[in-house]
C-alpha cells in the first residue's frame, strides 16, 4: 500500500495543481467581473448582460473545481485523498524514498518532511460545515437535474477561504513533487486585475 500510495501521489501531482490554477483563476476572473459590474457607469449598457453571465458562469466552475478537488470519495483525484495517504507514516517514507531517487538528495529548505506537514496543517484549515454547503450546491445547484430543492448554498467569502486553501494545497504539492506548473499563491489576485485592465467600458 505504501509504495501504491507514493505512486498515486506522484502520478496525479501535477493533475491537481493545474486544476487548483484554474480554480484560482476562475475565481479571480469572477471578482473582477464583478469589480467591473459595480461601477455606476453605463447602468444600462447593452454590454451588462454578457458580463453578468460570464461573472455567474467563472463563479460557477470556482464552485465546481473546489468541490472537485476536495472530494471526499477514496477512488478519485483529489486532495482529500492525497491527504489520507500522506497521514500514513509508511506512505510519506516511500514517497521521500522515491523522491530522492527521482530529484536527489533533500538539500533546500523547507525540507520535504516539512513540506508534508505543513500540506497536512493546511488541509486541517478547511471548514467541513461550510465544504458540506458547497458539496449540497454542487450536487443539486450546478451538477445535477434533480427534483430536490436547492436549500443549502457558501456565501462568496467562504468560496474564496476554500480557493485560497485548495491553491496552497497546491503550491505545496508543486513544491514538494516539483511539477513544471507555473503556479503561485497570488494567482486568483493576478486574475482578477487581468480582467479588469482588459474589459474597456464605453464612454459615456
Known sequence: ?????????????????TVATRCAWSFGASDGLNDVLMLPDDPDGDWRPPVAVLHRDTLLMAALRVALLLDADPKVVSFQTVY????????????????????????FTPTRAALINQYLVTYREIDWNV??????????????????QLQKSVTFAELGTLVDIV?????????????????????????????KGVIKLPKS
Do not use: Y
Not at 84 to 107: C, F, N, S, W, Y
Open 131 to 148: 465544504h458540506g454547503r458547497l458539496t449540497h450546491f454542487r450536487n443539486l445547484g450546478i451538477a445535477h437535474l434533480t427534483l430536490r
Open 84 to 107: 489520507h495517504l500522506l497521514k500514513d507514516p509508511d506512505v510519506t517514507a516511500a514517497l521521500v524514498e522515491e523522491l530522492e531517487a527521482r530529484r536527489g538528495p533533500d538539500v
Open 167 to 195: 491553491v496552497r494545497l497546491a503550491s505545496n504539492l508543486q513544491h514538494l513533487i516539483e511539477t513544471g506548473t507555473a503556479l503561485h499563491e497570488s494567482i486568483a489576485k493576478e486574475s482578477r486585475d487581468q480582467v
Open 1 to 17: 500500500m505504501s509504495d501504491a500510495g507514493a505512486d498515486f501521489i506522484l502520478d496525479n501531482a501535477a493533475r491537481l495543481v
